[in-house]
């Protein structure tokens, strides 16, 4: 049962073309989206976000089509995003922000203060709260990005690069919230540090300019890596190196055999 | 990263008690704080201390009453816990202390926090932290909430633009300030609407626009909060200049709701900051058109003539409240262009 259904998903991004006839199915898990600079993967996180429109295909959200407006809505009350980049109102405490995105979802009223702590508290600025967010660090503040983004519980949530930013340990703690969200959401995860994949995701998806290049596990890319001499420190970077190549390999092969 | 410390000290009971008594001279009560945050047991006997003071008691009652409302289901989301003024009184015991020692500092410490900075959190802050929701200085973030014009740029605008028509008209002795206000005046909400709403004016935008409330539902919202800044300041600063021919100081209203009204609807095409230059400038270059540049009285008085023929009279008015039907019927239709980040 797949909470992300998509079909022939084609999106331009100014004279480019960022995806091109994608279809991807993901459910219940934490899936890493991963990809050289430029491959898609926010072109493909803001579609699924609603915020990008796409030039072709279907986007199904939780049974629902988001070309409708009807449908668009009741995904929007169920869906985290973190943006890549994101401002916020710099006279806010952290408390503030999140309630504020709170009453934007639409979470209803009463509930919203314990809402607001719970999520502070999971990601661990529960002695910030009320901190003004601009008195926060780099870390902090897209930690702060998190909270908004699970302030609703959401069953779909969509993060583009999140551990940008994060030290080391926040990483890691960071990773085993990810693990803890991906048992009862559809977790989509972007990121270019592949060892945030290893640790933290049940499924891997590689784009590579605008086309899915690789499905699987992140074992299963380990697997790979192990098998091939390319380049990369670990196993699973060289699964990486090995895919990219195969798909871009192949893709010219196509191209000459169009020819 | 303090392993190494050569701090062999605990705080005892008696030092305890000084700091919730408020009577530990500045550089011991740092010292405690800097420790506290380290020491989970020393942090707990001085959560102990504070809530036995009369401080940790009304934290208390102002809790029960709180978790009253809370918990109460008649809707008051937003429990009032104004920050009552304590003063510290010799302790007496009272099992409460809980909401402190919940925040033990040793506990709750963020890996990203700077030692060695004296954080310097007086009990005070410590106790307004324990309440739920911090107090006071709602009205004015709900406010910025609503539009960031209303604490940007704009606001100072407006407020520049209600003064100088005052120091002009009184300072100066000029005639014809009130012309001058009713038109610019409706120009104010349409640059108010286009600094509100948008990808380039709102910080928050692209998180905004994956909500369902973030679509137009938040820029009428913002238009409200716009219209309520600027239709009194103007109109008051209107009615306190001489009239000397021009139009009665509330004429601008209903010109300005269309104009406001048409730059959303028109935002749903081309953008909010393109809409406002096209209604904004299309009434400035209306008004301000015919009438000769820098030409003292004679100017005032053409510019008096001009907007009597674009306010005055039933006919004008009449013209200007359909054109806000109008816009009104036009943006409804045009909800679902607001759903998607409008254009840049």
Known sequence: ?259 | MRDGDARVWHVSGEFAARYAGGTLPEPDAWSLEKHVEDCAGCASRVSDAVGATTAGTVLAQVRAAVLETVLDPAPDPVPETAPTPVRRTAPERHPVGRTTSERRPAERTAPGRRPGRPTAPRPRTRAARSSPRPPGSRLPRLLWAAGPAVRGAWLPAVLVVAAGALALAYGAGLPGTRALLLAVAPVVPVTGIALSYGPHADPLHEIAAATPGGGLRLALIRTVAVLTVSVPLLTLTGLLLPASGAPAAAAWLLPGLALSLGSLALASFIGCRAAALVTGGGWLAAVLGPVPVASGDAGGARLAEQLSRCLDGIGAQSAWAAAAVLSAVLLTARRPAYDRPLGR
């Open chain 1, 1 to 259: 049962m797949n909470s992300i259904h998509v079909t022939g998903l084609r999106v331009r991004h100014r004279k480019t073309l960022a995806l091109d006839s994608l279809d991807l199915g993901l459910g219940t898990g934490v899936h890493g989206l991963l990809g050289p600079n430029g491959a898609g993967k926010t072109s493909l996180i803001r579609v699924l976000a609603t915020v990008a429109r796409p030039d072709a295909g279907r986007v199904e959200i939780l049974g629902e089509d988001t070309a409708e407006h009807r449908g668009r809505t009741e995904v929007r009350r169920r869906l985290g995003y973190l943006p890549q980049e994101f401002g916020y109102y710099p006279g806010f405490t952290v408390r503030e922000f999140v309630a504020y995105v709170a009453w934007l979802k639409e979470v209803p009223a009463e509930r919203v203060p314990d809402a607001v702590e719970r999520a502070v508290t999971r990601v661990g600025l529960a002695d910030r709260a009320d901190a003004k967010v601009r008195t926060l660090s780099g870390g902090m503040v897209r930690r702060v990005g998190i909270a908004q983004a699970i302030v609703n519980d959401p069953a779909v949530l969509l993060l583009d690069e999140p551990t940008a930013g994060l030290d080391p340990e926040q990483r890691v703690e960071f990773r085993a919230l990810l693990r803890e969200l991906g048992t009862s959401a559809t977790v989509v995860v972007s990121t270019h540090l592949v060892e945030d994949v290893a640790a933290a995701c049940t499924e891997v998806t590689l784009l590579d300019a605008g086309r899915v290049a690789y499905r699987g596990t992140p074992e299963a890319l380990t697997v790979l890596g192990e098998a091939s001499d390319g380049p990369g420190d670990h196993p699973i970077e060289r699964g990486y190196t090995a895919v990219l190549r195969a798909h871009r390999a192949a893709g010219s092969g196509a191209r000459e055999a169009v020819r």
